[in-house]
């Protein structure tokens, strides 16, 4: 007898452990109103092919809402006929995620379930099939979505996806009360409470619609002009056919005729300043002289322009340490 009663005593514990451990499956009431409001499809978003389909939905309870929030408690799922794609809960923000609120489902360009772009899908919301609902859990859903974007380029559509976020946020900020977007002098912007919210609900939100987002980064769109040489070719070809043209010297020594050039009227400018400074035997002529001269070597088309450039501010700088550097008499 007192054996028996020891195994009535164990197995009452091991009943009692396994009602501790084992969780109750949780219940839940239908909600007074379950409705998708609306469904935007975009393509293209972070990388080519991409898809995002952002959802707006409705989920009511009257007076109060269930233990559960709307994240445990609902799920939507994109379907192809009777095929799930993908599936996402809400995003238990404000009012543990009932009343208004949105979600996204978004496939990369190598996912292997990328929906055919712009068929016939079909967006449910419906209840946590885990839960007991006292019967079918609650459904709703819509086979004609309101946008299919026809963008086909990244920047259009992330310029789409702003505008879009920052529609869905005013209309948030109307329905809960709190402040979802921030107008500034250089547009508006998401608020702390907007961009808190949306980047839960849609992936990579910042990479996607970086103008909706304050400090927001955007591609820079660098324009590359090419220098203007109209001037230094202008003066290039000033001494054709002149008789400063040394083309036919240049071309019985094989060089170019600027090449020629510019040597021989070197040779002629050292030959002027050597005769100028000879008679007094001071060289500071020489240099006060050598600016003018390479400047009227350049305009005259004798000197290639850049060379003129350098060797003339060469010139004037050795031109001010002449006239102003004075060595102390020690």
Known sequence: MQGLTRLTSILALIVLGLL???SPVLAIDPPDALQINSVYAYQHCLENNDQLY???????????????NATEAYLGRLMDGATELKATAPYAFFDEGYGTGVFAIYFPATDPDLPTWASALTMRLEGNPTLDWGGVPPNTAVSTFDVWSSSTSIATTQAELASRILYLA???EQAWGINMIDSTGTGSYLSDYGASYFSNVIPNLRGMAPKALAGGTTAIEWEVKTPSTTYADDRAVSVDDTLLDVQKVADKWGVSRMWMSTLLYMIGAVLVLYALVKPTGSSR???LLSA???IAGGYLGMIPLLA???LGVTAFALSLFVLFYHPSGA
């Open 292 to 294: 003018p001269i390479v």
């Open 285 to 287: 002529g020489l240099t």
């Open 20 to 22: 501790l451990v084992v």
């Open 308 to 310: 003129t450039v350098l």
């Open 170 to 172: 005013d209309k948030l």
């Open 54 to 68: 952002i959802v707006e939905y409705t989920i009511t309870y009257t007076p109060t809402n269930p233990d559960e």
